[in-house]
């Protein structure tokens, strides 16, 4: 009865050390994704309120362009948003890091021998 007390309370330990780990990640991964909203959303809000509040607003082509600039930060928050989150995966950073020296690798072989490895195999279906 000792012994499964003390597994349970090891058992307790761990789980709650996992817990703050986990806890810790996920604030991190928060507070960057609040902090890429901020900055990709600031500009178009910001130029926005200018343009409602003075109506001395420049109307020129580069408040236009920087206008459009603006407008492309806050849509490309979207797609950023996934990225983070998949690299904040630990198991797709390193899948996708090994694919890409894969790539490399083999873009390196190809250029310095001139030819192509898989035309040379006999297996169609290779990939990588």
């Not at 998949?86 to 030819?115: C, P, Q």
Request: aromatic share 14%.
């Amino acid at each position: 009865m000792a012994v499964k007390t003390k597994n349970l309370a090891l058992n307790t330990t761990y789980k709650s050390k996992m817990s703050v780990i986990r806890n810790k990640r996920v604030t991190k991964i928060v507070i960057f994704l609040t902090l890429t909203f901020i900055v990709l959303w600031f500009p178009v809000n910001f130029l926005a309120t200018w343009y409602r509040l003075d109506k001395n607003f420049p109307k020129r082509f580069s408040s236009y362009l920087l206008k459009m600039i603006a407008h492309t930060m806050s849509y490309a928050n979207s797609s950023v948003n996934p990225m983070i989150y998949a690299f904040s995966n630990e198991s797709f950073r390193h899948s996708s890091t090994h694919l890409i020296r894969k790539i490399f690798r083999r873009k390196l072989y190809e250029d310095v021998n001139g030819h192509n490895r898989l035309a040379k195999s006999n297996e169609g279906t290779q990939f990588l």
